[in-house]
């Protein structure tokens, strides 16, 4: 059996997966003074980070304390499906090749139920901890790796090895969420254990005080009692997105269904100081938005969200509305201009009609 030792720092890190959001993280991770290795199933990703940032090759999972999955959860040929496939075929990697006790921490986001699916698959011999990312390409400086993120650990001492390695300030984390029995790995010695302990004998503090003198990537973290709340969170994260994004594309339409300037009447709700009406722009996309609601929509065992499935047919609407007025030769512009306000009407009237949205 695996000792859990407190004393035990993490050196050597390998990041799966070096797409818009892996090569950040190595870049970060790197610049953190670890000894940073990268893997990816494109080999120009690779090169380029090894290129860019010197993030060194790696073959195989063997020697790595610490392995950060980033690969894509989206079906290769619809980036608005979730799959997970890929990153199971990479914990079929590790399961095969990392050594007992390793640190695996989940940045991809996934769906609920996918970090427990991975411990199982590791037989229990390695923590697994989901850190997932509110990771922004446009504004990196300030919603880049490092900002407030979620952890949650499959057991108490998977949570406490990722706080460890992620903030490194662990005494106000008192989360204890509930510890797997079955472990190949020492699973029992849990934050739970610590946090006990800590309350009752002065000992217990020292061992903190050296948890916080390690090495860790300094990210402030808020930990959660159970894996599935992590994995939530991400999710339902963007699925808010999308409920108010399409809102405002419900308002665009309404607007040009009622022959209302939208772009005025934004304005005006937005001076409230608890409102704010987004633009709906070119409709709902990118790779994550999309994919991350239909996690969440699929997550529920009982109901589904009945909101969100009406957000997703107004992100239909809304596309097909622009589509057919993109057509008329407005150049993708929201705005429509050179037509009456009688055609716009018609228009809006009749994909309204058809998607029988009153
Ligand atoms: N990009 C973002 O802004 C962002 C923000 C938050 C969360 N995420 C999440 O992060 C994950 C990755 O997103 P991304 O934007 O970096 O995607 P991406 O497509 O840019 O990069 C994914 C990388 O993973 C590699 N890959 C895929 N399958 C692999 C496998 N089996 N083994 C090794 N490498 C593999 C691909 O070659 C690619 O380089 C997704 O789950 C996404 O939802 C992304």
Same mark, same amino acid.
């Given at each position: 059996?695996? =000792?859990? +030792?407190?004393?035990?720092? !993490?050196?050597?890190?390998?990041? #799966?997966?070096?797409?818009?959001?892996?090569?950040?993280?190595?870049?970060?991770?790197?610049?953190?003074? *670890?000894?940073?290795?990268? $893997?990816?199933?494109?080999?120009?990703?690779?090169?380029?980070?090894?290129?860019? !940032?010197?993030?060194?090759?790696?073959? +195989?999972?063997?020697?790595?304390?610490?392995?950060?999955?980033?690969?894509?959860?989206?079906?290769?040929?619809?980036? *608005? %499906?979730?799959?997970?496939?890929?990153?199971?075929?990479?914990?079929?990697?590790?399961?095969?090749?990392?050594?007992?006790?390793?640190?695996? &921490? #989940?940045?991809?986001?996934?769906?609920?139920?996918?970090? @427990?699916?991975?411990?199982?698959?590791?037989?229990?011999?390695?923590?697994?901890?989901?850190?997932?990312?509110?990771? !922004?390409?446009?504004?990196?400086?300030?919603?880049?790796?490092?900002?407030?993120?979620?952890?949650?650990?499959?057991?108490?001492?998977?949570?406490?090895?990722?706080?460890?390695? $992620?903030?490194?300030?662990?005494?106000? @984390?008192?989360?204890?969420?509930?510890?797997?029995?079955? %472990?190949?790995?020492?699973?029992?010695?849990?934050?739970?254990?610590?946090?006990?302990?800590?309350?009752?004998?002065?000992? &217990?503090?020292?061992?903190?005080? @050296?948890?916080?003198?390690?090495?860790?990537?300094?990210?402030?973290?808020?930990?959660?009692?159970?894996?599935?709340?992590?994995?939530?969170?991400? #999710?339902?994260?963007?699925?808010?997105?999308?409920?108010? #994004?399409?809102?405002?594309?419900?308002? $665009?339409?309404?607007?040009?269904?009622?022959?209302?300037? *939208?772009?005025?009447?934004?304005?005006?709700?937005?001076?409230?100081?608890?409102?704010?009406?987004?633009?709906?722009?070119?409709?709902?996309?990118?790779?994550?938005?999309?994919? /991350?609601?239909?996690?969440?929509? =699929? %997550?529920? =065992?009982?109901?589904?969200? @009945?909101?969100?499935?009406?957000?997703?047919?107004?992100?239909?609407? !809304?596309?097909? $509305?622009?589509?057919?007025? /993109?057509? +008329?030769? +407005?150049?993708?512009?929201?705005?429509?201009?050179?037509?009456?306000?009688?055609?716009?009407?018609?228009?809006?009237?009749?994909?309204?009609?058809?998607?029988?949205?009153?």
């Amino acid at each position: 059996m695996y =000792n859990y +030792n407190y004393e035990k720092n !993490y050196d050597k890190v390998v990041i #799966i997966g070096l797409g818009q959001l892996g090569l950040p993280v190595a870049k970060y991770v790197k610049e953190h003074g *670890f000894d940073t290795y990268g $893997y990816d199933i494109n080999q120009k990703a690779m090169q380029s980070a090894e290129s860019k !940032y010197g993030i060194k090759p790696a073959t +195989n999972f063997g020697d790595f304390d610490v392995l950060i999955i980033c690969v894509s959860t989206h079906r290769p040929d619809d980036m *608005f %499906s979730p799959q997970v496939e890929g990153l199971m075929s990479v914990v079929e990697k590790i399961s095969r090749e990392a050594k007992t006790g390793a640190l695996i &921490s #989940i940045e991809s986001t996934i769906p609920k139920g996918t970090s @427990k699916r991975v411990f199982e698959k590791l037989d229990h011999r390695l923590h697994v901890v989901h850190a997932p990312h509110r990771w !922004y390409a446009l504004e990196e400086d300030i919603h880049g790796v490092n900002q407030l993120r979620i952890i949650g650990g499959v057991s108490s001492c998977c949570l406490q090895h990722g706080l460890n390695f $992620y903030d490194g300030r662990l005494e106000d @984390k008192a989360i204890l969420p509930s510890s797997s029995s079955s %472990s190949m790995v020492d699973h029992s010695l849990s934050v739970a254990t610590t946090l006990e302990a800590k309350s009752k004998t002065k000992s &217990s503090s020292s061992i903190t005080t @050296k948890l916080n003198k390690k090495r860790s990537l300094g990210i402030p973290m808020h930990p959660v009692s159970s894996v599935e709340v992590a994995e939530l969170t991400k #999710i339902i994260e963007n699925a808010h997105r999308y409920l108010q #994004i399409s809102f405002a594309e419900e308002l $665009y339409l309404y607007c040009k269904g009622n022959g209302i300037s *939208f772009p005025e009447l934004r304005e005006s709700l937005n001076t409230k100081w608890n409102v704010e009406i987004l633009e709906p722009r070119d409709g709902i996309g990118g790779h994550c938005l999309p994919k /991350d609601t239909k996690m969440f929509i =699929n %997550s529920s =065992n009982t109901i589904k969200s @009945k909101i969100l499935q009406a957000a997703m047919e107004i992100d239909e609407d !809304y596309r097909e $509305y622009i589509q057919s007025r /993109d057509k +008329n030769g +407005n150049n993708g512009s929201l705005t429509l201009r050179g037509k009456s306000r009688g055609e716009t009407e018609k228009e809006t009237e009749q994909i309204l009609c058809s998607r029988k949205i009153k």
